[in-house]
């Protein structure tokens, strides 16, 4: 079963509900796919014993071969390649990696070679396997990475996604082909917003959904009223606390600092496997 | 005309918040919505949206199953496994046009599509901005590009000093088109591990931009251990520390009734961020001068 971490609104708590799920649950891939800013590792402190740098191809131009005909250009759908007279400009940093032009080039000019945009690392943090993507600072891409992430869930297994922000492109790449997703909330106008967003786009994908209202004391009853109307089963609340708060900024996992929230975080993961896809 | 990005790297540590406080203590602005795909500032600025207009982001394959003859060729030269029994499936599909180059019969098409729309409103606060992004649509950067263009043409019509801009979490490409070009970033962190961690990222962006950051650290209270990390992180880097503001739940209280944290007293923390604008507005003006 693989289940993925979102909210559409940052700082509700997908990685504290995440790392906390996974100690509780135990033999279990980690995967933390926000990888424009992963912070898994600060509350798993997973030894890490393997490091593999992700690429994407991108076009590399025989020079001796072009004779400047400007197909490539034409064909890239992402502005990547501007050919003025002699001369062929590539803008690494916009290109898709998609090989059009080395597949449209008629002089066979153009050869793929890859290019750096992150890392992945993979270790382990007790009975967890842990695998996280680093994407460069200054890169734009975030999704090619995500997925070679993604390609570590070894099926069979227990597999807990944390996703990044938002609604698009990265979040989508992240939950995709989940079998459940845990929405982390809060109780406010900013919370309630995006996480409708966030369910919608659950809802296109066609993956089932549950939602965790952290700090759920501090705004109004807004998020509850639409999950009720919505049908979206409220499956954990979690009270604003000094403590946890306190906790959180120093890297300590929920369940660490209070092992009290331990029973429900077990039986939040017996929910979710009755919920799920299968 | 200066324009000013907050940024945090981390979700959810008071971009949105701050901003809403400027678009108030600014009187001559147009503030820009750039978080596009989760939009949160039209909840406070209560926007009327005077035009609005639709996004064509993308375009996504489309297979013709009369004319597709079954070979595979698309299959086998689709990077991004968009094809399955013949059919497209416009979420994975990058929209690269290769399926359309590699079809013997003409099968494939391309076609643009909707994905999203963008506004430009008026609120109590100056004009504004924003955009929303389809579910589960990609092209979020050319978006916030378009935003901030029809922020500028509006801040130049009206003769507005500033443009400020809420910008997304990340570091991402969004993050990339919310700052390129801009005069000054403002960095809302929080004195958690993950904010020092995430701050230290999205400065990295900025430098690489070659952008000048301030920064500004908010519920400083939470732990002062690791505030006082910031500051000699901030002070290392020639990075100032323009204000620190503390936790304080009414913060949230002001959220809910739709105000800005200046137009709800918060007592300390609406003292604290008017200070900050004062700061950053100055760094603007003097950025003028140079």
């Known amino acids: ?37 992963p912070n898994a590792h600060i509350f798993l402190k997973p030894h890490i014993n393997e490091r593999i740098s992700v690429g994407i191809p991108v076009p590399e131009l025989d020079e001796s ?53 992150g890392v992945v690392e993979r270790g382990r943090s007790g009975k967890i396997d842990f695998i996280h993507g680093i994407l460069n600072v200054g890169e734009p891409m975030a999704p090619p990475l995500i997925r070679q992430v993604k390609r570590h869930i070894n099926s069979g297994t227990n597999a807990i996604i944390d996703a990044s922000p938002g609604t698009s492109c990265p979040v989508v790449e992240a939950v995709n082909r989940s079998d459940f997703c845990l929405l ?20 296109k994908l066609t993956i089932p959904c549950g939602v965790v209202i952290n700090c759920a004391d501090i705004g109004d009853e807004e998020v509850e009223k639409y999950c009720k109307d ?30 009290e929230f331990q029973d429900s975080f077990s039986q939040l993961y017996g929910t979710i496997e009755r919920l799920a896809k299968r | 005309m200066k324009q000013l990005t907050i940024i945090s790297g981390k979700g959810g540590t008071g971009k949105t918040t701050i901003t809403a406080a400027f678009a108030t203590l600014s009187d001559s602005h147009v503030v820009a919505d750039c978080d596009v795909d989760a939009a949160d500032l039209h909840l406070i600025l209560n926007p009327s949206i005077e035009k609005s207009e639709e996004f064509y982001g993308g375009k996504t394959a489309v297979i013709d199953s009369d004319k597709c003859q079954q070979c595979d060729e698309c299959i086998r030269v689709c990077r991004f496994d968009a094809i399955k029994d013949y059919v497209v499936n416009p979420i994975s599909c990058e929209g690269c046009g290769v399926c359309v180059l590699a079809c013997p019969e003409g099968a494939v098409g391309m076609v643009r599509h909707m994905s999203g729309q963008w506004f430009i409103s008026h609120t109590r606060s100056g004009y504004m901005t924003h955009a929303r992004l389809g579910i589960a649509e990609e092209n979020s950067g050319k978006l916030v590009t378009l935003v901030r263009q029809q922020a500028k043409l509006i801040a130049e019509r009206e003769k507005k000093e500033y443009i400020i801009i809420d910008g997304p979490p990340g570091i991402g490409c969004p993050v990339i088109a919310a700052i390129a070009g801009v005069d000054l970033l403002l960095a809302v962190t929080e004195p958690t591990l993950s904010g020092i961690h995430d701050l230290e990222r999205v400065v990295g962006v900025a430098s690489h931009f070659s952008i000048p950051v301030m920064v500004c650290i908010n519920k400083y209270d939470i732990n002062p251990d690791n505030t006082s990390k910031i500051e000699g992180y901030c002070s290392k880097n020639n990075l100032k520390v323009v204000g620190k503001i503390l936790y304080d739940p009414r913060v949230t209280k002001a959220m809910v009734d739709k105000k800005s944290v200046i137009e709800y007293p918060c007592g300390e923390v609406s003292k604290e961020v008017t200070r900050v604008w004062e700061k950053v507005e100055q760094r603007l003006k003097h950025r003028e001068n140079q």
Request: negative net charge.
């Open chain 1, 230 to 259: 919505e049908d979206i089963p409220i499956l954990m609340t979690i009270p604003w606390n000094r403590r946890i708060a306190e906790a959180y900024s120093r890297g300590v996992p929920l369940i660490d600092a209070l092992p």
């Open chain 1, 184 to 203: 982390v909330t809060e109780p406010t106008p900013f919370g309630l917003n995006d996480l409708k967003l966030a369910v919608e786009m659950l809802r």
């Open chain 1, 65 to 117: 071969k072009c004779n400047f005909c400007g197909k490539c250009a034409e064909v890239c759908e992402f502005n990547a390649i501007v050919v003025i007279k002699k001369k062929v400009l590539f803008f690494p940093e916009l290109c898709h990696g998609c090989g059009g032009c080395s597949y449209i080039c008629p002089e066979k000019a153009i050869k793929e070679v890859d290019r750096a945009i």
């Open chain 1, 1 to 37: 079963m693989i289940i993925s971490v979102a909210s559409g609104k940052g700082g509700t708590g997908k990685t504290t509900i995440a790392t906390s799920l996974a100690l509780s649950w135990g033999e279990v891939q980690f995967l933390d796919c926000d990888v424009e800013e």
